[in-house]
């Protein structure tokens, strides 16, 4: 190997591909001793080294210096594969040691391939991956298209780098508005928290270190400019940016808007908050499916549940009732867990047994048996709530076949209607609060439950077709409200 043809083969890898030399030097003195070992045999003493300055190669095999004659003849083409391999791996390490640093920062490519699956994105150096799952709901990407994205995952793939893309984490959201917002570059803004469903809502609390400095404003822009920009490029995902504070009743009114809350109860010992709202607030508040709600817990980091003034009062009346129920649970007792923010069984079942003991004064062996208790009763309420919903389907299913037939309800779509009444009862009234996660899914399925009822009641006096049908649509108009309600109360599991 001529030797200056060894230093610009060097100094070619380290300004093209971004490799040390010093490892490329180390790599080609690793593959000339394989080599060698390979001809002298694998137990050989041999030793390479590789002059760094003049590029001159020296070998001793049983310590004795071999001649440049002897190390030309050193199997040279299995030298240049071991080199060649060498290379590609520190190639691959440089790239992961760049992209690593890069995890959760942004970076713009040009899609080469988008067939509705996985696209791939050429970022200059290396082709990343954007799978489907990491695409925003609803969004189509083309191919030469630019885009941008938060860099997920690097991992080594054999000899190359696999970069995983994601437009669906918060972090897009927070680099989307660096850019954009100058001011947050500046550290005059800054961002407290952001809470994301992609493709539908984020919300963003804000707050400013100059008092002067109106952080929403800042952030929405002159007419909407700045907002509008990020939204553009999340596909027009709607983005509330909203004020942060340090104090819990603040931030949580905050990230409910445009809700109006009229008082916020915090129980600090399960990260429970309860918000009241009046009645025309409350489907404002939890949102569309619960949205609204389920967004705002995740920025504040509490368990936000909403409901009325008469809603809290008729849930604490029934917890209260429920856990002096239990065996070793006196009234005092339910008053100080209702105080605390238990209101359910299944809240009762997973409290911690050393508080509950200090609050209580009760022994280990009775904490014990009162959590146990609680725990078979959630489970019986579950139990029985869902086998009132397949009761309830069943004889929504059997009036749509009587609607379809263009007869009257039959004797046989009533016929699991007194079956379902008794587990309605029990599930509103042991275990109501437990099945739902948010105070209003409770009062939800209090109004619902009976209004389905009334035809139950009403079937067997009903002697024309024309009493039957407005029973029909009775249940049919109460049901939406409950499923709303149900995946309402999904908002922070």
């Known amino acids: 190997m001529n030797p200056q043809d060894i230093l610009r083969y060097v100094d070619s890898l380290h300004r093209e591909k971004n490799i040390d030399t010093e490892l490329v030097f180390s790599a080609i003195e690793a593959a000339l001793q394989t080599a060698a070992k390979r001809q002298y045999g694998e137990d050989a003493d041999i030793t390479i080294n590789l002059n760094r300055e003049n590029g001159r190669i020296t070998a001793r095999h049983d310590g004795e210096e071999l001649g440049e004659d002897q190390i030309g003849r050193i199997g040279a083409q299995t030298a240049k594969q071991v080199i060649i391999q060498k290379v590609k791996e520190a190639e691959r390490d440089s790239l992961m040691a760049e992209y690593r640093e890069q995890v959760g920062q942004i970076v713009a490519g040009i899609i080469g391939r988008a067939d509705g699956g996985v696209a791939t994105v050429n970022l200059g150096n290396v082709e990343a991956i954007l799978p489907r799952s990491e695409q925003i709901p609803g969004e189509s990407l083309h191919a030469s298209e630019r885009v941008r994205a938060v860099v997920f995952e690097v991992k080594a793939a054999g000899n190359r780098v696999r970069v995983v893309l994601s437009r669906t984490r918060p972090q897009l959201v927070q680099r989307l508005f660096e850019q954009e917002i100058p001011e947050i570059s500046e550290e005059v803004i800054s961002i407290k928290s952001i809470s994301r469903e992609p493709g539908y809502r984020s919300k963003v609390a804000v707050s400013s270190v100059d008092s002067q400095v109106d952080p929403i404003a800042v952030c929405v822009g002159f007419r909407g400019s700045r907002i509008k920009a990020v939204r553009e490029e999340l596909a027009g995902e709607h983005i509330d940016v909203v004020r942060y504070s340090e104090d819990p009743e603040v931030l949580i009114p905050n990230s409910l808007q445009p809700a109006t ?160 009444a008794p587990v309605a009862e029990a599930a509103s009234s042991e275990e109501a609060p437990a099945e739902s996660a948010s105070g209003e899914a409770v009062a939800a399925e209090e109004t619902a439950e009976p209004e389905a009822a009334e035809p139950e009641a009403a079937e067997p006096e009903a002697a024309e077709p024309e009493a039957a049908e407005p029973e029909v649509a009775e249940p049919e108009a109460a049901e939406p409200e409950a499923a709303d309600s149900e995946s309402s109360a999904t908002k922070s599991s």
């Open 261 to 420: 809350v009229e008082q916020v109860l915090l129980c600090d010992m399960i990260g429970r908050a309860i918000v009241l709202v009046q009645e025309d607030q409350l489907s404002l508040a939890i949102g569309r499916r619960g949205q609204n709600v389920r967004l705002a817990s995740k920025l504040c980091g509490w368990d936000i549940e909403i409901m009325t003034g008469a809603e809290l009062e008729e849930q604490i009346e029934r917890a209260v009732g429920g856990f002096s129920q239990i065996e070793g649970v006196t009234e005092e007792i339910a008053q100080s867990l209702v105080e605390q923010g238990y209101l359910s069984y299944d809240d009762l079942s997973v409290i911690e047994p050393d508080l509950f003991m200090e609050m209580s004064g009760l022994t280990a062996e009775q904490v014990d048996y009162i959590v146990e208790t609680a725990e078979a009763r959630a489970e019986e309420a579950e139990q029985a709530a869902t086998e009132e919903r397949r009761a309830r389907k069943e004889k929504d299913r059997l009036m749509r076949e009587a609607e379809a037939a263009g007869i009257a309800e039959p004797e046989a779509a009533a016929a699991p209607a007194p079956e379902a």
